[in-house]
């Protein structure tokens, strides 16, 4: 990343090969005036940009990486920690206590910190946002959600530079639009939150949003609703018995299986569950399937939730 310069935006930032993807010089849209595109252009002055330091009017900074050309942030808030919610405020989205414990045991040990962003390098450099990492619909979803529960604070950090977010409205799903486009009609959707990373000094305020109160219950709230609650559901449904998955350390191989490999390790779990109705006993047999196939880091954080003091029972 360039050093900014004083005249124009730095080159990088100008057109990044995607058409429409142009910093905010111009009006977002042909339907815009010249006077609602100027505040976003001037919120977006008021982030400097210094290699890889973006720092914001408050004086707070961001200090960016790089992962295959694209600028990230790999986050400063754990998610157990004095900036963190805790584990009172997982309960309080309808975990039981022990869901609670597995939830928050994974985000430590296996997730992302609250303020990370990074891309996905399958979805052409779609940004991920978040512990568990969030991406596609399910960011939109929690920044939505975060707009709702916080309107200033999403204004204040993300709204005043042109990032607009509806909750959903059934049928319809939540929504995005980015109006930062410059000599475009506004950019919805995937698109949106794809040129809104793209920016250095935008991606770096996803980033700080991350370090909000409620953009952190957003984040989880999305988890536990539109993933969790379905794994939990289906594993109830294929469990061998009342309660396979009732201890927080069962829990926590059921949260780790999704977080690593979706509904395909979930239900691989599931399969040894039910042959092997002990968690660690079905525990064992995943580690090792894990470790036949290549798969040791997966392998070994299996045995971290398997042997981990933390994930005991309660005396």
Same mark, same amino acid.
Do not use: K
């Given at each position: 990343?360039?050093?900014?310069?004083?005249? /124009?935006?730095?080159?990088?930032?100008?057109? *990044?090969?995607?058409?429409?993807?142009?910093?905010?010089?111009?009006?977002?849209?042909?339907?815009?005036?010249?006077?609602?595109?100027?505040?976003?252009?001037?919120?977006?002055? &008021?982030?400097?940009?210094?290699?890889?330091?973006?720092?914001?009017?408050?004086?707070?900074?961001?200090?960016?990486?790089? &992962?295959g050309g694209r600028p990230? *942030?790999?986050?400063?808030?754990?998610?157990?920690?004095?900036?963190?919610?805790?584990?009172?405020?997982?309960? %309080?989205?309808?975990?039981?206590?022990?869901?609670?414990?597995?939830?928050?045991? $994974?985000?430590?040990?296996?997730?992302?910190?609250?303020?990370?962003?990074? /891309?996905?390098?399958?979805?052409?450099?779609?940004?991920?946002?978040?512990?568990?990492?969030?991406?596609?619909?399910?960011?939109? %979803?929690?920044?939505?959600?975060?707009?709702?529960?916080?309107?200033?604070?999403?204004?204040?950090?993300?709204?005043?530079?042109?990032?607009?977010?509806?909750?959903?409205?059934?049928?319809?799903?939540?929504?995005?639009?980015?109006?930062?486009?410059?000599?475009?009609?506004?950019?919805?959707?995937?698109?949106?939150? $794809?040129?809104?990373?793209?920016?250095?000094?935008?991606?770096?305020?996803?980033?700080?949003s991350g370090r909000e109160?409620?953009?952190?219950?957003?984040?989880? &709230?999305?988890?536990?609703? *539109?993933?969790?609650?379905?794994?939990?559901?289906?594993? /109830?449904?294929?469990?061998?018995?009342?309660?396979?998955?009732?201890?927080?350390?069962?829990?926590?191989?059921?949260?780790?299986?999704?977080?690593?490999?979706? *509904?395909?390790?979930?239900?691989?779990?599931?399969?040894?569950?039910?042959?092997?109705p002990e968690p660690s006993?079905?525990?064992?047999?995943?580690? &090792?399937?894990?470790?036949?196939?290549?798969?040791?880091?997966?392998?070994?954080?299996?045995?971290?939730?398997?042997?981990?003091?933390?994930?005991?029972?309660?005396?």
């Open positions: 990343m360039a050093p900014e310069a004083p005249a /124009s935006p730095p080159a990088r930032e100008l057109n *990044h090969s995607r058409p429409g993807a142009d910093s905010l010089r111009e009006p977002a849209s042909a339907h815009l005036s010249h006077e609602e595109v100027s505040p976003f252009r001037a919120a977006r002055a &008021e982030l400097r940009l210094q290699g890889p330091v973006v720092t914001f009017p408050d004086g707070s900074r961001i200090v960016l990486g790089n &992962e990230i *942030h790999r986050g400063t808030v754990a998610v157990r920690g004095p900036c963190a919610p805790s584990l009172a405020d997982l309960v %309080t989205l309808g975990l039981t206590d022990a869901q609670a414990r597995a939830l928050e045991f $994974v985000l430590t040990w296996f997730g992302n910190p609250f303020d990370s962003v990074t /891309s996905d390098p399958q979805s052409g450099g779609e940004p991920r946002w978040g512990a568990w990492p969030l991406s596609g619909p399910l960011l939109v %979803t929690a920044l939505a959600q975060w707009r709702q529960r916080e309107p200033d604070a999403f204004d204040g950090r993300l709204g005043r530079l042109g990032l607009e977010a509806t909750p959903a409205q059934p049928p319809e799903p939540a929504a995005l639009r980015f109006l930062g486009a410059r000599n475009a009609t506004p950019s919805e959707g995937l698109e949106a939150l $794809v040129l809104f990373a793209e920016d250095p000094r935008l991606l770096a305020a996803l980033a700080q109160r409620g953009a952190q219950l957003a984040q989880l &709230e999305t988890l536990v609703t *539109h993933v969790l609650q379905s794994v939990l559901a289906s594993s /109830s449904q294929d469990a061998p018995a009342d309660g396979a998955f009732s201890s927080a350390r069962a829990l926590a191989l059921l949260f780790h299986a999704e977080l690593r490999f979706g *509904h395909r390790g979930v239900t691989r779990l599931v399969t040894l569950m039910r042959e092997r006993a079905a525990g064992e047999r995943f580690a &090792e399937d894990l470790r036949s196939t290549g798969r040791a880091r997966e392998a070994s954080e299996v045995w971290r939730i398997l042997t981990s003091p933390e994930l005991a029972d309660p005396a």
